[in-house]
């Protein structure tokens, strides 16, 4: 019993480590909270107002003259971004994994899963380095006029090209960054199943890929779910990598897939030593308010997460 109790407290410590930051960001940005409303959320528009002039008094609250602060623009790129991300690493993820899981020997599948998992052991900040110096001028002057040329009838699609940095830059880069947590996760799964599903599929008649596809992989796709959920996570708080890519736009909402975007974790890095100037303090406070909204759109996402997780329990529980 006391062994149990122990793993219990050792299990909480996870939980009680969320709720003391969720509170402290919500105490400390409490101020900011006062002050902006909820038009922080739906106005475009963030100004640390004039720094060497005397404060005033808003609401109750001291700011610099002209001080305003709005995030939609930070949403947006924040969503769009990971959603991109999401788009690209869930299908390669999951063919990656099948590849690993059926498509090549144990022994060259342990090397190969070895590299897949040193990806995601590589620092975010190598992949924004390499984002630069690499991707972005491949897409910049190929990729991205080849899609406006051929793809610009679609909406989102059509317009400037940019000249690399932007949206679907940080969507590819955050994708290779979050595939090693999609394939290896659902690899594991996969090759655990076990062999009875697979070898009465392959005496059904089905091919080894109809096998994996229409048998093993719904067997795991709760696994799917789950790490596709811990990908998005990543994807989200993303920060040195997309700093370095995404063209750091400033009140600025993307009018096509390839222009600028800041999103909300890149922002606060890079306005913090800005907000540090500001005498009244409000700018932190209100980078803390962008944090808030941040945790509380991972909990968001976290909270669906488990709600699929749930109905599906449900169904794999009703059709046994």
Same mark, same amino acid.
């Given at each position: ?7 219990? +407290?050792? =299990? $909480?410590?996870? =939980? ?122 491949? +897409? ?59 070898? =009465? ?5 089905? $091919? ?113």
């Amino acid at each position: 019993m006391s062994f149990r109790r122990f793993v219990a +407290l050792l =299990g $909480s410590i996870v =939980g009680a480590t969320l709720i003391v930051i969720v509170a402290f960001l919500a105490l400390y940005a409490w101020p900011a909270v006062r002050l902006n409303g909820f038009a922080f959320l739906t106005d475009n528009n963030w100004n640390l107002g004039s720094l060497y002039a005397n404060p005033i008094t808003v609401h109750g609250q001291q700011i610099m003259p002209g001080a305003h602060y709005g995030i939609l623009f930070l949403i947006v790129g924040t969503l769009l971004s990971t959603m991109i991300a999401l788009l690209i690493a869930v299908p390669v993820g999951v063919g990656a994994a099948m590849f690993l899981a059926e498509g090549v020997s144990p022994m060259i599948r342990t090397w190969i899963s070895l590299f897949v998992e040193l990806l995601a052991a590589i620092p975010s900040v190598v992949y924004g380095l390499w984002g630069y110096v690499v991707v972005i001028p491949f +897409l910049g002057h190929h990729l991205f006029p080849f899609l406006v040329e051929h793809l610009g009838f679609i909406p989102f699609f059509g317009g400037a090209a940019g000249s690399g940095y932007g949206l679907l830059t940080c969507g590819f880069v955050l994708a290779l960054m979050i595939v090693p947590l999609i394939t290896a996760t659902l690899r594991d799964a996969l090759v655990s199943q076990a062999a009875s599903l697979h070898e =009465g599929a392959l005496a059904l008649g089905a $091919s080894r890929f109809e096998a994996q596809w229409g048998v093993l992989l719904p067997a795991v796709r709760r696994v799917l779910i789950g790490s596709s959920i811990l990908a998005t996570g990543r994807a989200l708080g993303e920060t040195m990598a997309v700093l370095m890519i995404s063209g750091n736009a400033l009140n600025y909402l993307p009018s096509n897939i390839y222009a600028p975007i800041s999103t909300m974790a890149s922002f606060i890095v890079s306005q913090l030593d800005s907000a540090l100037t500001d005498p009244t303090g409000m700018a932190v406070r209100s980078l803390a308010e962008v944090a808030l909204v941040l945790c509380v759109i991972s909990i968001i996402v976290n909270g669906f997460a488990r709600l699929l997780l749930y109905y599906e329990g449900r169904q794999s529980a009703g059709v046994m």
